[in-house]
């Protein structure tokens, strides 16, 4: 076979053959194609346009499209987004979704290919809730392939969803606040404190440094490049977030930005070393940091604020969210009885006043 590189392409005349061919490589795979001439200047000329369309992202033609071309589409349109989920993505693409599917043509994916991914992580330990995430990156995927031009593939394929277990339920009663707050260590306090009261984010509080703290007004103010959704938001100081701090503020290292400091940067550890050690001793082991958002956004709610304003607070931008959280208990339902019995009575009252009236 004779042939030679041109141009990040190779171009050659199989051995007995008088058609010349070319091949490139495009995510790694290497794509053969005939030129359908004897010339082999126009057999380069075609290798030329092929490199052509390569760079600008037109390489991969629909029948040879793979998994792994398309999910690289998800990463591109991630990074020109600047979407904060990149890193996420891209290690599960890495890790699971590349390694099982990443050879496979896009054309040949279908219900026997999701199952068998589905068994495959179910095997591995993954949850339900796990293994949907990663086919919506799957799905995602797809649909990006078919919104590229020219088409990478011309159908998408159809994902069922797995029963995912109900979200996680329960509050942080007064009396387990009070308690827990008293087990941390203190460099968690505040920001338990914090996160109790507004149910902001850990990443969200963390990053908080004393120029967004407005004593003076009660307010701190995160900026849309904090915040998780990117629209800036705003946090009132009530309760007992003044005095915790205020208390961060006068145990604060000189030259320190950071309102919630205690590694040896500066900002506190994203670990929250002592969390878990403390939740147990105060009789919540299971607690996570993100559970009190929960407690947050009952709490608002219970003192009378609209939805919206309790939304706005906790940074929840769709109703469907921000219900999960908003979830009533059975002190709630025992009120709601009670109210209902009020008007059943009330009800009955009227209509024998009627009939009174009547006779």
């Not at 040949?108 to 949907?132: H, L, P, W």
């Amino acid at each position: 076979m004779a042939g030679h590189r041109r141009g990040g392409g190779t171009v050659f005349r199989p051995k007995g053959r008088t058609i010349w061919r070319y091949s490139y490589f495009v995510n790694g795979r290497r794509i053969t194609e005939s030129s359908g001439s004897t010339d082999e200047a126009e057999a380069h000329r075609q290798l030329q346009v092929k490199l052509g369309e390569k760079a600008s992202g037109k390489a991969v033609p629909p029948s040879r499209a793979t998994i792994g071309d398309l999910c690289a589409l998800v990463m591109d349109n991630h990074r020109m987004r600047e979407l904060r989920r990149t890193k996420v993505v891209e290690y599960v693409l890495k890790a699971h979704i590349l390694k099982a599917l990443g050879r496979l043509p896009a054309s040949r994916f279908g219900s026997f290919q999701i199952k068998a991914y589905i068994q495959q992580r179910q095997a591995e330990g993954a949850s339900n809730a796990t293994v949907n995430r990663e086919l919506a990156i799957v799905g995602r995927a797809f649909k990006l392939g078919y919104e590229a031009e020219p088409k990478l593939v011309f159908q998408l394929p159809v994902i069922h969803k797995l029963p995912e277990s109900n979200p996680r339920q329960g509050f942080l009663e007064p009396d387990q606040y009070e308690t827990l707050l008293g087990e941390l260590p203190a460099n968690l306090k505040a920001l338990f404190v914090c996160g109790y009261h507004t149910g902001a984010r850990k990443g969200e509080l963390r990053s908080i440094q004393w120029p967004q703290v407005d004593f003076a007004a009660g307010l701190i103010r995160l900026p849309a490049d904090q915040t998780k959704n990117k629209h800036p938001r705003t946090l009132p100081i009530y309760g007992d977030m003044r005095r915790w701090l205020e208390h961060q503020c006068e145990t604060c290292p000189k030259g320190c930005l950071w309102v919630f400091h205690g590694s040896p940067s500066g900002q506190i550890d994203t670990h929250l070393n002592g969390w878990p050690e403390a939740c147990k001793r105060a009789g919540v082991p299971d607690l996570l940091f993100h559970d009190l958002r929960r407690s947050a956004v009952r709490n608002m709610k219970k003192a009378g604020l609209q939805d919206l304003e309790a939304m706005r607070i906790s940074g929840h931008l769709t109703r469907n969210v921000f219900d999960r959280y908003n979830i009533i208990d059975e002190e709630d339902l025992a009120a709601a009885g009670k109210r209902l019995e009020e008007y059943a009575q009330k009800r009955k009252q009227e209509r024998a006043a009627r009939l009174r009236l009547v006779k």
